[in-house]
């Protein structure tokens, strides 16, 4: 995991720390967040509620791994109206995110990449059409029912980290090795 930490320091993660899985406790009340659709994407978005699976499939998707990672980028605002900053370190995470999943995808077959917030990966998603890179989509930490703050403190990584300090966080999770 140490390989994995250092790798993801080097591509331009703030933080990078082992996450046990057995930590992570899939929750309703997260998933029904999503299900309120304040970011106007519930039940529009492959990797997002309800298509990402229920909440039982993502459980014991998760319950089918032994390791992971837990990444995030930290940002500095000016002000809390520097949305233009806020979106630099949005877009910053997601390459990281989506360049060490690619990376880890060729090293671990099957681990499972969640990312911050939804997918993403295209402009807009393609639903209902079929998704144009099924092999490369990510779910999302809440889409999964994971409180993003409980992964933290599980990884012993900062959720918060002072006022006007955006923190984008994701997670892989490693799946079971088999004798």
């Not at 998707?61 to 806020?86: H, N, P, Y």
Request: aromatic content about 8%.
């Amino acid at each position: 995991m140490e390989d994995f930490v250092a790798l993801a320091l080097q591509l331009g993660f703030t933080c990078a720390a082992p996450l046990d899985p057995a930590a992570l406790s899939v929750r309703e009340e997260v998933r029904d967040m999503c299900a309120a659709d304040k970011c106007r994407i519930y039940g529009r978005n492959w990797t997002c509620p309800p298509h990402c699976g229920t909440l039982e499939e993502c459980r014991k998707r998760i319950a089918g791994t032994q390791a992971g990672l837990l990444v995030q980028t930290v940002g500095q605002l000016e002000d809390s109206f520097d949305f233009e900053a806020m979106a630099e370190t949005e877009k910053l995470h997601l390459a990281h995110f989506h360049a060490l999943a690619d990376l880890l995808r060729e090293k671990e077959p099957g681990v499972l990449c969640l990312g911050s917030g939804g997918c993403r990966l295209c402009a807009g998603c393609a639903y209902p059409e079929p998704c144009r890179f099924p092999e490369r989509a990510c779910p999302s930490m809440e889409g999964y029912g994971l409180l993003v703050n409980d992964a933290c403190g599980a990884a012993g990584v900062p959720y918060y980290h002072g006022s006007n300090t955006p923190a984008y966080t994701a997670c892989y999770l490693f799946p079971t090795k088999t004798a």
